[in-house]
């Protein structure tokens, strides 16, 4: 399918060939401006942007880069390519011709998966929505509003799915998107972590490395999936997925290269002078990554869950990378997990394998955090110092799944409400650390100027020089 880039709705999936979808979302579209002016990036829709723009998913025009005003970004609905003859690749279809339609008996599953992968997109946006006003840079405000306007199309490819596929329903999901709001009493976003606010730049930076992530995976989970067209939006919203967690991987080595410095300067590590040389201490850094690395956790779902089994049996949603496991059915495997034993230590029990994706995908996750942490710590190694950030185990701070609320150390060790109330302030963010942290965002918006908490970055974005205008007022 050609992709028409001149068109109101960029696209590649021939919306000029469908008039009644076409207009359904022609509909849709002032809709959506409505939500980007009143809850997405404020004050700076008169600025012109250095943005990166999908004009089709080829290599030459998925990545197109110019100045933009970002209420005129093109949102277009762009799908990967189709391959030839694709067959589903796991569960008890395995092997048959995947579906270019929703077939009746998943229709509600499906709908439930997209409109809640949907959901993430917008709430991001509205978590973000100040943080251009404490930018470091101009290089990391364009890359805020670079994750900004791309959201915004994530929302487009699932809004598109809802309405090419699920009918009147679909399009109710559709406005529904628009209605629910981070952090609302009455109407929030449906996952928790979407309603956290992110109110400065070290949370942003903790977000779009960790929970960008869980976004990579969910993603990748559903490229899998036997429904086509989800498979081929999710294929290519995973090319632009990429520069969020780069923004986020690169943000916080930067915030910790910048402390390092610092450390070296005073000729010590101790948190209060560094507090008082405007840096953020290494502590702090690691409560932030504890708090949003066991909040992503939570977005896997439980550790064994029968919606997961039944997604995994039907075709729905499936593993990462399913190519690379040797059983695509697990109709007799098995999974150990570890349990709180409800005494103070852990069990093991055997589940099925099927039951157990959650859990398959969150460890793969983990493992994928984990290499963000080597480079982190590299910095600390080659400065010579000791101190090393480490992720939390995964039964650390759970809401969701085996180990919701039950207390136990960074390290997984179950311990006492006592002890771990004893110790919170020192593995979680306090109000003061978080004050602290509020204290230093203060915007910098001269050209190559960069705030005195962080690094520069090594590089600037498409080549360009890191003191390039990357964004221009008006
Ligand atoms: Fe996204
Ligand atoms: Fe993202």
């Known amino acids: 399918m050609e992709s028409n880039y001149q068109d109101r709705i960029p696209n590649n999936v021939g919306l000029g060939t469908n008039r009644t979808l076409q207009r359904a979302l022609e509909h849709w579209q002032p809709e959506f401006l409505n939500w980007w002016h009143g809850l997405g990036p404020s004050d700076f829709n008169a600025s012109s942007v250095y943005l990166r723009t999908a004009i089709s998913v080829d290599t030459k025009g998925w990545a197109t880069f110019d100045y933009v005003k970002m209420p005129d970004y093109r949102w277009g609905i762009f799908l990967a390519q189709e391959a030839t003859d694709r067959r589903v690749g796991f569960g008890d279809h395995f092997g048959q011709p995947v579906w270019q339609q929703v ?34 840079s101009l290089y990391d405000l364009r890359n805020l509003f670079q994750v900004n306007v791309e959201e915004g199309r994530h929302l487009w490819a699932m809004v598109y799915l809802l309405h090419a596929y699920f009918g009147r329903d679909g399009r109710e999901e559709a406005e529904e998107l628009l209605e629910r709001h981070s952090g609302d009493a009455d109407k929030p976003r449906i996952l928790s972590t979407f309603n956290e606010p992110i109110s ?3 949370s942003f930076y903790m977000f779009t490395y960790f929970t960008d992530r869980d976004g990579k995976f969910q993603l990748k989970s559903l490229a899998e999936s036997s429904f086509d067209p989800l498979s081929r939006t999710c294929k290519f919203m995973l090319t632009e997925e990429a520069h969020h967690m780069f923004v986020g991987d690169t943000g916080i080595g930067r915030v910790i290269k910048r402390t390092i410095e610092v450390m070296k300067e005073l000729g010590n590590d101790d948190p209060i002078a560094l507090r008082k040389a405007g840096v953020v201490d290494l502590p702090t850094i690691q409560k932030y990554l504890n708090f949003w690395f066991s909040s992503s956790l939570d977005l896997f779902g439980g550790d064994s869950s029968s919606n997961a089994a039944s997604y995994f049996a039907n075709g729905l949603k499936g593993r990462p990378d399913e190519i690379k496991y040797e059983d695509h059915f697990e109709r007799e495997s098995s999974f150990t997990l ?9 069990r093991e029990e055997r589940i099925p394998m099927r039951n157990a994706v959650n859990e398959v995908v969150r460890e793969a996750y983990v493992r994928d955090c984990e290499k963000g942490l080597a480079r982190w710590n590299r910095h600390l190694e080659e400065a010579g110092y000791p101190y090393r950030m480490t ?8 809401t969701v799944g085996s180990w919701a609320n039950v207390p136990t150390k960074p390290d997984g060790t179950p311990i006492s409400r006592e002890e771990l109330n004893a110790h919170l302030d020192e593995w979680l963010p306090t109000s003061d650390d978080r004050a602290y942290v509020h204290s230093l965002m203060k915007g910098v918006f001269e050209r190559g100027k960069m705030a005195s908490w962080i690094a520069p970055p090594e590089r600037g974005i498409n080549t360009q020089p890191v003191d390039f205008e990357y964004v221009i007022f008006h």
Do not use: C, N, Y
């Open 200 to 202: 400065d730049w070290l």
């Open 338 to 346: 570890e349990l709180p034993d409800g005494k103070g230590g852990v």
């Open 391 to 398: 992720l939390p185990s995964t039964r650390f701070r759970r």
């Open 103 to 136: 077939p009746g008996e998943h229709r509600s599953t499906l709908r439930r998966l997209i409109v809640t992968q949907g959901d993430t997109e917008p709430a991001s946006v509205e978590q973000q929505r100040l943080l251009g006003h404490t930018a470091p």
